[in-house]
């Protein structure tokens, strides 16, 4: 059997989600996630991340990438690091910020906000209450 990814949208889709399950042969695995992080959410995020790499809290010069990868380690997100193909140095794998459910990114944003506080890192205002 494939894979099969639903949204669950209406009433058709549900069908649709339990007629595959019907079907599918012993064995297979069923996952069942909460809705995705949200567009705006993704934004506040990374409007976030740009703030704390501008500012350099504690004279740390990272990308907003680099600090969305310590962020979601602090969080408790899986991160390991892998031997570079070549063997010079370290690839960085584990969690995405787009696999996060709405109350991961909630939890994610808010930690962010407390963190720059504690380190002194002004944040722009978000008119449109992403959080």
Avoid at 19 to 43: F, H, K, M
Avoid at 77 to 98: D, I, M, Q
Avoid at 114 to 129: F, K, S, Y
Wanted: charged share 25%; glycine share 8%.
């Amino acid at each position: 059997m494939q894979r099969a990814l639903i949204r669950l949208r209406s009433d058709r889709d549900v069908e649709a989600a339990c007629r595959l399950i019907r079907q599918a042969p012993l064995g297979s695995r069923v996952e069942v996630n909460g809705p995705q992080r949200t567009i705006d959410q993704n934004a506040k995020m990374w409007a976030m991340l740009t703030d704390v790499a501008r500012q350099r809290p504690g004279g740390r010069i990272y990308t907003p990438d680099e600090w969305k990868v310590m962020f979601l380690h602090a969080m408790g997100k899986e991160l390991k690091l892998l031997p570079a193909l070549e063997g010079r140095g370290f690839v960085p794998y584990g969690s995405s910020s787009s696999r996060l459910s709405v109350g991961e990114m909630i939890d994610l944003i808010e930690f962010m906000q407390a963190w720059a506080i504690e380190n002194g890192v002004t944040l722009q205002d978000d008119p449109d209450g992403a959080a």
